[in-house]
């Protein structure tokens, strides 16, 4: 993937030889390499792991239960609290904010089912499994596994659908007498009540959590990213004005973003560290590979509805967590102009700072080592990246 991204620099930058100017006249390899970026070349959004992944009933579940905002602790927060879909499903905070205060800036789900891992870190490998997690955070929806379970299950509407979909689904006797509160994720009264249950239903409450998971990924994958300019730049090379254009040029020429942000999402899928990370306090990736590979929701565990050996993502997953410490995901930057602020801590609330720190960052006497190529650009051409941006 990256030597593929190199060639397609290397393309480009002996392709821009002798077009200064910013008029559209591309050439053949520019126009290459920006239609690579363009929505037709985004990879399937398939999940092997979810069999309800491409289920239209499992989606219109999904739809309702994204939106319904009983599922939480103070019956007022729903996955759209901060997934707005008139903000490209962020919500504009430089860190969400539900029950609590949390650390990270929320992502746009337009596209995501096109990702390879998610969150910042990447700690879940499918969008089922994501789901999940936001239910059980203290921080979000703060709800346990018995309550999701049993709140889901007891109302006639959502227990009609559950039966369609689901094979055993406990009877209402049985989620009468759950425990309130019991998960294998909460504190140690939780945990203990959990421990407590039998075997059998506690896989049966993990199954239910998990179908949870997956109505909701079937609707979260639906989302995709509205077509740009770029998308059809092949039909009307000239819809760019020039600044885009010369903006355009930069990003996939002497500014070298398409090192990391390629492809129809703009993002090549790995996790680079680009000085943005907190020494000691979020060292992103490097924090989260052991828990995805023992996480019981993963594309291997007994919930996934894969077969185990087709889940190479997670076989090949490093073991080297210096590689990877300060490491972030690289974010799609399609819609960027309506994801402010911006970086996994939200800690830029426009573009033009993300530019500047970009042209500063990267720098050989910048403070920290980090993963960046050197990058020097003019006042006007970080005002043409800027606008190219805007474009996505
Ligand atoms: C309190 C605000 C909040 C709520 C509620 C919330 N999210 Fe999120 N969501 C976030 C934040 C913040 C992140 C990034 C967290 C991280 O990377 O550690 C995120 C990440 C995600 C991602 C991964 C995006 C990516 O690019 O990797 C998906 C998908 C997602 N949320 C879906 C959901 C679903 C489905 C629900 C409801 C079950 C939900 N979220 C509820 C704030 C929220
Ligand atoms: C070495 C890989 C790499 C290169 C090169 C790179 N980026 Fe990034 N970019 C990242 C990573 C990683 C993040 C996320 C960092 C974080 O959240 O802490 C990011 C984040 C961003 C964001 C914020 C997106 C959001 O939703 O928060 C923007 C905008 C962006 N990059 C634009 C650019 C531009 C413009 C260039 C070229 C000047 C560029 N990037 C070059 C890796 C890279």
């Known amino acids: ?87 490209a499903f962020s919500d504009g905070k430089p860190v969400a904010i539900a029950l609590a205060t949390g650390t990270r800036n929320t992502p746009s789900l337009l596209g995501v089912a096109h990702q390879d891992w998610f969150f910042w870190d990447g700690r879940k490998d499918s969008l089922w499994s994501q789901a999940l997690e936001p239910l059980e955070n203290p921080a979000e929806h703060g709800l346990t596994r018995t309550e999701v379970v049993r709140l889901l299950l007891t109302d006639t509407h959502y227990r009609q659908q559950y039966q369609a979909l689901l094979k055993n689904i406990p009877t209402l006797d049985a989620l009468q007498q759950l425990p309130t509160a019991a998960s294998p994720q909460g504190n140690l009264a939780q945990l203990q009540a959990w421990k407590q249950l039998p075997q059998a239903q ?22 995709s990213p509205a077509p740009n300019k770029l998308d059809t730049l092949a039909q009307q090379p000239a819809a760019l004005t020039p600044n885009e254009s010369a903006g355009a040029k930069l990003f996939i020429g002497k500014a070298q973003c398409i090192l990391c942000h390629s492809g129809a999402l703009l993002s090549n899928q790995t996790f680079q ?77 426009t573009l033009e700072q993300v530019v500047d720190y970009y042209t500063q960052a990267a720098q050989p006497n910048a403070q920290d080592d980090n993963d960046l190529p050197l990058i020097q650009l003019s006042d006007t051409e970080a005002q043409q990246l800027l606008a190219f941006l805007k474009v996505l």
């Open 273 to 349: 560290n680009i000085g943005t990370g907190i020494l000691g306090k979020d060292s992103g990736r490097a924090a989260v590979l052991d828990t995805l590979r023992t996480d019981r929701f993963n594309c291997q565990g007994k919930h996934s509805d894969a077969p185990p050996e087709s889940c190479t993502e997670l076989q090949f997953l490093t073991r080297s967590r210096h590689a990877v410490t300060g490491a972030f995901k690289v974010p799609s930057l399609r819609n960027v102009a309506k994801t402010a602020p911006y970086f996994h801590n939200g800690r830029f609330a």
């Open 1 to 87: 993937m990256k030597t593929f991204t190199y060639l397609l620099l290397l393309v480009a930058l002996l392709g821009m030889k002798g077009t200064h100017s910013t008029n559209h006249n591309w050439t053949a390899p520019q126009l290459a390499t920006l239609q690579s970026l363009s929505r037709a070349n985004l990879p399937p959004a398939t999940d092997a792991s979810n069999r309800f992944a491409q289920h239209p009933p499992a989606l219109a579940l999904g739809r309702e239960l994204f939106f319904d905002r009983r599922l939480s602790r103070n019956r007022n927060i729903a996955c759209a609290t901060c997934h707005q879909p008139d903000k």
């Open 202 to 223: 506690r896989e049966q409450i993990d199954a239910v959590f998990a179908a949870t998971g997956k109505f909701l990924a079937a609707y979260v994958s639906s989302l």
